[in-house]
Nanobody
């Protein structure tokens, strides 16, 4: 069974940093586009960052651009999200997701319904 497992969440003070990891159980994830989404209590699931199959193309939501960095290590079947200058409004459950039908990003890559496989989520809490 295909799995994505997130780790690295936790409690951090505003202005601090966290690094999330998403480990894939199968080698084929190294050939597909991946994404990080987040969901705050009572809100929908919003995209945070996108990355194409080889890491050569990335895209960020306006709210995190300049503070967060998405990257991947295909040799380790792992995608990362480095989060710096964290704010209270970054508090959410963070999910990684894989689009098994795409290697590259396109105009709809930020939509949750593009993604076939999801991790279980990891909680990030930023105290102000």
């Amino acid at each position: 069974q295909v799995q994505l497992v997130e780790s690295g969440g936790g409690l951090v003070q505003a202005g601090g940093s966290l690094r999330l990891s998403c480990a894939a159980s199968e080698r084929r994830f190294s050939n597909v586009a991946m994404a990080w989404f987040r969901q705050a209590p009572g809100k929908g699931r919003d995209f945070v960052a996108l990355i194409n199959w080889n890491g050569g193309n990335t895209f960020y939501s306006d709210s995190v651009r300049g503070r967060f960095t998405i990257s991947r290590d295909n040799a380790k079947n792992t995608v990362y999200l480095q989060m710096n200058l964290l704010k209270a409004e970054d508090t959410a459950v963070y999910y990684c997701a894989a689009d098994l039908d795409a290697r590259e990003l396109d105009s709809s890559s930020g939509r949750p319904d593009r993604y076939d496989t999801w991790g279980q989520g990891t909680q990030v809490t930023v105290s102000s």
